[in-house]
């Protein structure tokens, strides 16, 4: 079985920050790449940041400039750093690993949501 366990999650007051992580154990061979997406209300799940095994990095536009993602691949750990957080960055943030279990299978697991929400 494969996990991904998020922490970090939490209250703040706009302008503030949060470092959001995320740990996959389990049973695979590797991770290719892993991403923080966000869900907000009777809204979509839409893609904030993702990074690649190789480190390169892309973000949402109103992630740009604000947020960082960065993995540990000792650890099988993803982070989310964010600053200067807004209101509307309010919403429950998902981890997403795309994963090589054996072989050529590869699988893409979630994990099971922290919630950030940003106070004016």
């Known amino acids: 079985q494969v996990q991904l366990v998020e922490s970090g999650g939490g209250l703040v007051q706009a302008g503030g920050s949060l470092r959001l992580s995320c740990a996959a154990s389990g049973r695979f061979s590797s991770i290719n790449a892993m991403g923080w997406y966000r869900q907000a209300p009777g809204k979509q799940r839409d893609l904030v940041a993702a990074i690649t095994s190789g480190g390169s990095t892309n973000y949402t536009d109103s992630a740009k400039g604000r947020f960082t993602i960065s993995r540990d691949n000792a650890k099988n750990t993803v982070y989310l750093q964010m600053n200067s957080l807004k209101p509307e960055d309010t919403a429950v943030y998902y981890c997403?690993?795309?994963?090589?279990?054996?072989?050529?299978?590869?699988?893409?697991?979630w994990g099971q949501g922290t919630q950030v929400t940003v106070s004016s």
């Open positions: 997403n690993a795309d994963l090589t279990i054996f072989g050529p299978i590869r699988t893409k697991y």
